[in-house]
């Protein structure tokens, strides 16, 4: 390329003066001429010669053309050869690649467990979680003409950049009701494809999909829970009866399956959403699905929670507040610039703000349990947590390790329990020396900037530079008084997601109250069903830090942005490693942390308690993350990260073995790396 | 053509304008020299010299460079070209000024004020459904869950032999062979599409969409169309499952009926289902007496194959399916030429015929309804329209004649096509009266052992033909014409074990007496002349089906040149052309219908079978006949047309999916305009005595 560039230049330069050129153009054509006859091999030219002439021009004309055309081909045929070697390449030819460089790679777990003799047994159904389910255009506005039954979400997203506020306008949901604005009807794509891939190459259930087929699982004994995961658990049932067709499905399985019953897989989300399934099933007719109280014993083998949110995420409250979402850990690494940068004019950040607070599912994520799980002011289950601990294992074990005692020990007892600090240092001092003042007084004003960005209101806007600032003035807030900011902050949100969902903790279970739909997805909230037979399993990924409480500064004071940011610049340095970029992490799944996923399992449901009255038996499998040794793993065979532990084969082997009949007994009980039981035992909850 | 010109026009410019190219390097190299050359005299010979030298040593180089050269640039031309037009096409607002796209029917519905209220069950026929890889040989380790039938069909061009070895059945059980699982897809996406571009379903989906409905009141009954009906449920559950989920789509949209809108072999399918789901569990869906009429509002059958295709016979006889047209649509040449060798259609023949769904098409009723060696109840039918009104008046003036003498019968005779004759053996054998027939019993087909050299050389691909000699395949064709009836036993002899193994899943007769115990098996429960309708007497039937296309009814056939591997015998005489009407065309007599079933098997239940209080229909589900007369697309840009009548093709029939619509939306049969007839269904149907 260079050359050739080089070249041209070279030849344009002499062509600046024509008349030299003409001249030496003729005298080359007289060289030429002399050469053509002096060449033997080139006889009979004089034809030629004149053609030359002639073309010489033509050439002139269009030789960049050419040249360009040249280039394409070139690369064309390229393209289409190396696409060629690529089909023709026989399809073991990677996995052979890979296995040269790092040595033999373990059977997936499906092979190795259809040797052992495994064969399908118990149905078994899928619960996909937040983000990871695909959503397609059943009716649109006229910008998005063409696309009926294309997927909006999932696949390709390629219509994010084709058209953005289009694609905006029908994710969104209504404001008021939750469910569809008028005219836009968007619905969850069915079946297995709903959430196998979320884009092209980046699996979810595909892989444990392939390793139960292995051992002879197939559409009939398989089932896809997809649902509509933008409304809340209740609506789906309402707008698209999935919970009845989930009922249904989990029916004819059974029946179909020679009365065996289903082990039920849920992720993320869909823990939650099962979890209001259990509840919602066994409920009388009119709100629940009229099952009975014996439906889950006589239909439901086991739950197998993978990375289940039981007790919300922190990260949902920074996406909520101020749509710094990195709970969308998947959507960020299709497409990382989406979120980050700014797409849409200034305002992306605003938009899908916009766009995710009017989506109830989010809400369902909240905290819950309040200072009770979480930790107040000064004191959180999680504290003494050492967040460097990799590393002084790695590099000199016995001389780090009292030092580093030592400094936690003194000065970075992290103060998990408040969620939201403005300012680093109000995060790290003791409760008596901070000011607080209440906001909840505080006068809403009237903010002039509505006029100039109308079109991506926000609620920020209702809220006036008052407003903003009592926000900050209150300087600290718990688990508990989140909710209170963000009733204050997102009125209207809240008010509908006050309707469907709740984040406490009952203390009389068998108060009328708790029979309202708005409890089923809380844990502390309602009692499991009575079936002694099943069995719950909590099975995440530790070892990655994780978000757990955030350092908050005011945005730019510009008139369209959200007046509140994580301040990136707040760093914990040595004595404080767990803050980093405004975020303290505590361990986890990258989204999850510990508390959440393996609280209920290793104590609120453990034994005979009053959340689980049928004593039904709980198991905790934790799996170490290993981040992939080399590129060619793809994603990792023994990663705990929060979407990646689907491709975990310690993990797919567990669920393969339960699928195949065994018990949580069978599989070796719990498995646990982390802290989780000292933690749940600094919890004080009435059992 | 364009493109061949431009390439030729290249051709002679390159030689030229990639020498001057050279030139121009050249001209670089002089550049450097120039001032050397300059300053010396200007016409140097010592200069010249060298130019000489150096030209000749750039030529040979540049020689061997240029056709890949010119490739390259033709390459790029077309490339960008092609970028550019797809471009432009891509900015081109969807409908442009010029093209007014008609107005689709489910929008105008819509204003009158439609809306959803019926869940909608779509019942997919044979070939449409998409197939995928659940387990596979060694050779398809990569493709799991890739759809194997249906889509871009990349993989028969790839690795065809592998994908033949999925794509059979068991010859034995007529399931899966071991190691290979091959099952439906699933969903809307099952006969959405059948392959990129070539609409099933898709459209009528679109409409329904548009008057409010979705995934919720809308199912895709997918099954494997490979199967016997019974099968389906006994390997994947199907029926149950299709069971579960209407009882479901009731429930969930306030105990509102559905409509089931099955297609072409989706019609005898769901005809088993209704069966199935009242019978008592072990065979049935123990969904008791009034299921049907519980849950059912309405059957609108497009296209129905009721009582079976002439082309199934083809099919099996000698692979010439013209039935799978989609096949021949996607593929023209895949089929007809030697794309796998020699042995194409031999291949296509041992994997079709391990497919037990294919036997369920065969004609069924027997000589009774099809017509015998000199009867068939579409006799007088013209094929030439041009010639219909002449033929039409011809025919009265016959009539006529034979009232005043009885003179005219013999030329009548001549007239008319033996439709009834399905199978001849040469021209003259379906012209000819039966009496000169030499006609011989099934019995003295004697089947020998097979020469053994064929057996050997050819063993890949293994029919039944090869255990067949000589002599006995002679035989079959001195005898000359079959119907209906002998035809079966023709089948039974020569692909024995397939009609074994289907005839244990489907019967093809007609029914004494409904009441016999032996018609509670579900052998009969798609055959419509042996099974009663369920009783709901709130049901509506309907036949909604194309006229105005040539149908194969008949066939000639010849015996083939015998090579080594040609292992089928027999072949459509395609040689044989023309009768005064026009019905026979390359082997094949033609009658009225949409393309693959003739009006018969379409509307003859419908117009009597079922028609009022019969015994086949004790309850008297009212029947309505809905035709649509054929029109080809004007123009290119209508695609394949809204009004066609084609059996495929009839799906994006403007009309046809209006009615459902109306139906779904909750009309009755009367409110449509009740029964819409063009052909001579009726007065057919009167022929047959039943």
């Not at chain 1, 963000?486 to 969902?501: E, I, N, S, W, Y």
Request: aromatic share 10%; glycine share 10%; hydrophobic share 35%.
């Amino acid at each position: 390329m260079l050359k050739r560039r080089k070249g041209s230049a070279a030849k344009k330069s002499p062509n600046s003066e024509p008349q030299l050129d003409e001249n030496k153009e003729k005298k080359n054509n007289q060289l030429q001429e002399k050469s053509n006859s002096n060449a033997a091999n080139l006889k009979g030219n004089v034809n030629f010669n004149s053609k030359s002439n002639s073309d010489e021009r033509l050439r002139r004309k269009w030789s960049c053309v050419d040249n360009c055309c040249w280039f394409v081909g070139c690369i064309c045929s390229m393209w289409w050869f190396l696409l060629f070697l690529y089909n023709a390449m026989p399809a073991s030819f990677p996995q052979y690649v890979t296995e040269a460089i790092t040595g033999p790679m373990p059977d997936p777990p499906g092979v190795k467990l259809a040797k052992e003799g495994l064969t399908a047994k118990h149905p078994v159904v899928f619960v996909p979680g937040i983000v990871t389910g695909g959503l397609e255009l059943w009716e649109g506005h006229s910008c998005a003409e063409g696309l009926f039954r294309k997927r909006l979400w999932g696949g390709t997203f390629g219509e994010v950049y084709k058209r953005p506020l289009c694609w905006v306008e029908h994710m969104s949901l209504d404001n008021e009701t939750g469910l569809d604005p008028p005219g836009i009807k968007i619905r969850p794509v069915s079946g297995l494809v709903a959430a196998d891939y979320f884009a092209p190459g980046y699996f979810v259930w595909a892989v444990l999909i392939a390793n139960l087929a292995r051992i002879g699982y197939e559409e009939k004994n398989m089932y896809m829970a997809a649902y509509d995961w933008r409304i809340s658990f209740q609506n789906t049932e309402v707008r698209d009866q999935t919970l009845s067709r989930i009922k249904s499905n989990i029916e004819l399985m059974v029946a179909t399956s020679g009365g065996k019953k289903v082990v039920v897989v849920p992720h993320s989300m869909g823990v939650l959403y099962f979890l209001h399934f259990m509840k919602w099933v066994e409920a009388p007719a009119p709100m629940g699905g009229g099952g009975g109280s014996n439906w889950c014993a006589d239909h439901i083998k086991a739950v197998m929670n993978i990375g289940g949110p039981f007790l919300g995420v922190p990260k949902v409250v920074s996406g909520l507040f101020s749509a710094e979402a990195r709970d969308i850990a998947v959507a960020r690494a299709i497409a990382p610039g989406v979120l980050d940068i700014d797409v849409f004019g200034f305002q992306t950040l605003q938009h899908v703000m916009r766009m995710t607070r009017s989506w109830d599912s989010t809400m369902s994520m909240l905290p819950k349990g309040g200072d009770t799980v979480w930790g107040g002011l000064d004191w959180s289950p999680e504290e003494g947590h050492e967040c460097s601990v990799k590393k002084p294992r790695n590099n000199n074990m016995q001389t780090a390790r009292p030092n580093g005692t030592g400094n936690s020990a003194n000065a970075t007892r992290v103060k998990y329990g408040r969620m939201l600090a403005f300012g680093k240092d109000v995060a790290e001092l003791h409760s008596s020396e901070i000011e607080r003042v209440d906001f909840k007084g505080a006068i809403k004003g009237k903010n002039l900037a509505n006029t100039t960005c109308r079109d991506v209101w926000t609620e920020y806007h209702d809220m006036g530079i008052g407003g903003v600032k009592a926000v900050a003035d209150y300087k600290i807030y718990t688990a508990s008084s989140i909710l209170d900011l963000l009733h204050f902050v997102a009125p209207k949100m809240m008010k509908r997601g006050d309707a469907h969902f709740s984040y406490g903790i009952a203390d009389d279970l068998d108060d009328k109250k708790y029979e309202h739909y708005k409890y089923w997805s809380n844990p502390l909230e309602t009692k499991l069903p009575m079936a002694p037979d099943m069995e719950i399993f909590s099975m995440y990924g530790v070892g990655i830090p994780t978000e757990r409480a955030y350092v908050y500064k005011f945005g730019p004071a510009a008139e369209c942005y959200i007046p509140f940011q994580i301040d990136t610049a707040a760093e914990g340095g040595d004595d404080c490693p767990c803050l980093k970029g405004g975020v303290y992490s505590v361990d986890g799944d990258e989204t999850v942390p510990v508390l959440s996923a393996g609280f209920m399992c290793a104590k609120g449901w453990r034994g005979n308690t009053r959340f689980n009255p049928s004593g039904m038996r709980t198991y905790i499998r934790e799996y170490n993350h290993a981040s992939p040794a080399t590129l060619l793993e793809g994603r990792g065979t023994q990663s705990g990260a929060h979407v990646d532990i689907m491709g975990n084969f310690a993990l797919i082997e567990d669920i393969i073995r339960v699928a195949a009949g065994a018990t949580g007994e069978d599989l070796g009980g719990d498995q646990v790396h982390s802290d989780i039981f000292k933690w749940s035992e600094r919890i004080k909850l009435q059992l | 053509m364009a493109y061949i010109l431009r390439f030729r026009k290249l051709c002679f410019l390159e030689p030229v304008k990639y020498s001057s190219c050279d030139k121009a390097k050249a001209d670089e190299k002089k550049s450097v020299e120039t001032p050397k050359v300059e300053n010396e005299d200007q016409g140097a010979v010592s200069a010249v010299l060298e130019e000489n030298t150096k030209r000749k040593k750039q030529k040979k180089q540049p020689k061997e460079w240029r056709c890949i050269d010119s490739c390259c640039w033709i390459l790029g031309y077309m490339c960008t070209t092609w970028w550019l037009l797809l471009f432009l096409f891509h900015c081109l607002p969807g409908n442009l000024p010029g093209l007014k796209v008609p107005e689709p029917p489910g929008a105008r519905l819509k204003r009158e004020g439609l809306t959803a209220l019926h869940p909608v069950v779509l019942a997919p026929g044979i070939v449409t459904g998409g197939l995928e890889l659940w387990e596979g040989k060694p050779c398809y380790e990569d493709l799991f869950r890739r759809r194997l039938w249906g889509g871009s069909f990349t993989e028969i061009f790839k690795r065809p032999m592998c994908w033949l070895e999925h794509l059979s059945l068991d010859n034995e059980t007529g399931l899966d062979p071991p190691g290979i699982r091959v099952r439906a897809v699933p969903g809307l996406v099952a006969a959405d599409y059948f392959a990129p571009g070539y609409f099933v379903w898709a459209i009528l989906i679109e409409n329904l969409a548009r008057i409010g409905y979705e995934g919720k009141n809308m199912y895709m009954a997918a099954y494997d169309w490979r199967l016997s009906f019974q099968n389906t449920e006994i390997r994947d559950q199907t029926l149950s499952r299709l069971k579960s989920k209407i009882e479901l789509m009731y429930v969930t949209n306030g105990n509102k009926k559905v409509v089931v809108v099955p297609h072409s072999m989706g019609v005898i399918y769901f005809l088993h289902f209704l069966k199935w789901v009242e019978s008592p569990p072990p065979m049935g869906g123990g969904g008791g007496p009034g299921w049907c009429g519980k849950h059912i509002k309405a059957i609108m059958n497009i296209g129905p194959a009721l009582l079976g295709v002439p082309k199934t016979i083809s099919n099996i006889l000698s692979a010439e399916s013209k039935d799978v047209a989609f096949i021949r649509a996607m593929a023209p040449g895949l089929l007809d030429s030697d794309f796998l060798g020699l042995q194409t259609l031999e291949h296509v023949m041992r994997v079709s015929r391990t497919w037990d769904s294919i036997v369920s098409l065969i004609p069924k009723g027997g000589e009774t309804i099809w017509g015998n060696l000199d009867w068939s109840p579409e006799e007088g039918h013209v094929c030439d329209s041009a010639k219909k009104t002449q033929h039409q008046q011809h025919l009265d003036n016959n009539r006529k004649n034979e009232n005043n003498s009885k003179g005219g019968t013999s030329f009548r005779v001549q007239e008319l096509t033996k439709y009834g004759r399905m199978i001849s053996f040469g021209k003259a054998a379906s012209d000819l009266p039966s009496s000169q027939l030499p006609v011989f019993g099934s019995e003295e087909f004697v089947r020998g052992n097979s020469s053994s050299n064929s057996n050997s050389s050819c063993g890949d691909v293994w029919t039944e033909y090869n255990e067949m000699t000589q002599e006995s395949i002679k035989k079959i064709a001195e005898n000359k014409a079959y119907t209906v009836r002998t035809l079966l036993d023709l089948l039974r002899f020569i692909a024995p074990k397939m009609m074994k193994r289907a005839e244990a899943h489907f019967s093809h007769g007609i029914a004494d007496d409904l009441d016999d115990p032996k018609y509670n098996h579900y052998k009969y429960w798609s055959n419509p002349l042996e099974t009663k309708l369920p009783d709901a007497p709130d049901m509506e039937i309907y036949c909604l089906y194309g006229v105005g296309i040539p149908t194969e009814r008949s066939y000639v056939y010849k015996l083939s040149a015998s090579g080594r591997c040609k292992t089928i015998p027999l072949q459509i005489d395609s040689s044989a052309d023309g009768s005064d009407n026009g019905c026979l065309k390359g082997g094949v007599y033609f009658a009225d219908g949409d393309e693959s079933v003739p009006v018969l098997s379409a509307g003859f239940m419908c117009a009597k079978g079922w028609k009022g209080k019969t015994r086949f229909n004790p309850s008297g589900i009212a029947t309505y006949i809905r035709e649509y007369m054929h029109k080809p697309p004007t123009s290119l840009l209508e695609g394949r047309g809204l009004e066609s009548g084609a059996h495929v093709d009839i799906m994006g029939n403007v009309a046809l999916i209006e009615d459902i619509l109306r139906v779904a939306a909750g009309a009755s049969g009367a409110e449509l305009g009740g029964d819409r007839i063009y052909s001579d269904i009726r007065k057919m149907s009167e022929k047959i005595n039943i």
